[in-house]
C-alpha cells in the first residue's frame, strides 16, 4: 500500500529536549516536504527537499532541521523544542519531475507534538 | 505573496442539504487550485483540483469551479452524507516552482447531522 508513514503519533516533551520525528514514503517519489498545522492558520511549510541530499527551507524553518541521506526518508529534528512548537505535524511527499508531477501530495497521519 | 481565504466553519449541516464552501485567493502568476480533505485522526488528501481558469475539478459528488475573473474556488456538493464530515482545505500551488509548496487556507469544518 503506498503510503506515508510518520512517528510518533502523538509525543509529549519539555523545552530543550531534542527531538526527531521520522517521515518514510514508500513511493520513490523524489520531493518530501514538512508542514505544521496550527489553529486558524491551516498548514505552513516549514522544510523540503527536492532529492537526496537537497534540502531548503519553507516558510517557517526556525528551530527546526531537517537531512535527506535516503530517497524515502526525511526525519524533522527539533534540537531544542519551545512551547512554540507546540503543533500537529506532517509529512508529505509528490513526484518531483515537470511530467509527473500533478500538484498533489501525499500527506502522513501526523504528529502531534506539545512541549512543556 | 500568494494566500487563500476560506469561509469560517464550523458549517453545520442536516444530511441531504446542499453544501457550498467559499474559498478565495491571490497569487502572482498563474496557480493550480486544490481542495484536500482531512478527516479526523488522518493526514490531508486530495479531493479534486483545477489547473486552469474554467477548469472544473469533481470527486465523491463535489464540484469547484476555477473563476480567475473572481479568483475564487467554491467547493459544492448536491447532497452531503454523514460521511463527509471532515475539514476541507482550499490550497494553491505555483506549479512552475521549484518549492512545490501548497499554500492552504484555515480549514473550514463541516458537520453533519443525519
Known amino acids: 500500500e503506498a503510503q506515508v508513514t510518520q512517528n510518533p503519533r502523538y509525543l509529549i516533551t519539555v523545552t530543550g529536549k531534542k527531538l526527531t520525528v521520522t517521515c518514510s514514503q514508500n513511493?520513490?517519489?523524489?520531493?518530501m516536504s514538512w508542514y505544521r498545522q496550527d489553529p486558524g492558520l491551516g498548514l505552513r511549510q516549514i522544510y523540503y527537499?527536492?532529492?537526496?541530499?537537497?534540502?531548503d527551507k519553507g516558510d517557517v524553518p526556525e528551530g527546526y532541521k531537517v537531512s535527506r541521506k535516503e530517497k524515502r526518508n526525511f526525519p524533522l529534528i527539533l534540537e531544542s523544542p519551545s512551547p512554540n512548537q507546540t503543533s500537529l505535524y506532517f509529512c508529505?511527499?509528490?513526484?518531483?519531475?515537470?511530467?509527473?508531477?500533478?500538484?498533489?501530495?501525499?500527506f502522513g497521519e501526523g504528529s502531534r507534538l506539545t512541549v512543556l | 505573496g500568494n494566500s487563500v481565504t476560506q469561509m469560517e466553519g464550523p458549517v453545520t449541516l442536516s444530511e441531504e442539504a446542499f453544501l457550498t464552501i467559499n474559498c478565495t485567493y491571490t497569487?502572482?502568476?498563474?496557480?493550480?487550485l486544490f481542495w484536500y480533505v482531512q478527516y479526523p485522526g488522518e493526514g490531508l488528501q486530495l479531493l479534486l483540483k483545477?489547473?486552469?481558469?474554467?477548469d472544473k475539478g469533481s470527486n465523491k459528488g463535489f464540484e469547484a469551479t476555477y473563476r480567475k475573473e473572481t479568483t475564487s474556488f467554491h467547493l459544492e456538493k448536491g447532497s452531503v452524507q454523514v460521511s463527509d464530515s471532515a475539514v476541507y482545505f482550499c490550497?494553491?500551488?505555483?506549479?512552475?516552482?521549484?518549492?512545490?509548496?501548497?499554500?492552504f487556507g484555515s480549514g473550514t469544518r463541516l458537520q453533519v447531522q443525519p
Open positions: 527537499s527536492m532529492n537526496v541530499e537537497v534540502t
Open positions: 508529505a511527499s509528490s513526484l518531483h519531475s515537470g511530467r509527473g508531477y500533478t500538484g498533489e501530495l501525499f
Open positions: 483545477a489547473t486552469k481558469a474554467d
Open positions: 497569487a502572482t502568476g498563474y496557480p493550480s
Open positions: 490550497a494553491l500551488s505555483l506549479m512552475d516552482t521549484g518549492r512545490r509548496a501548497l499554500t
Open positions: 513511493m520513490n517519489h523524489e520531493y
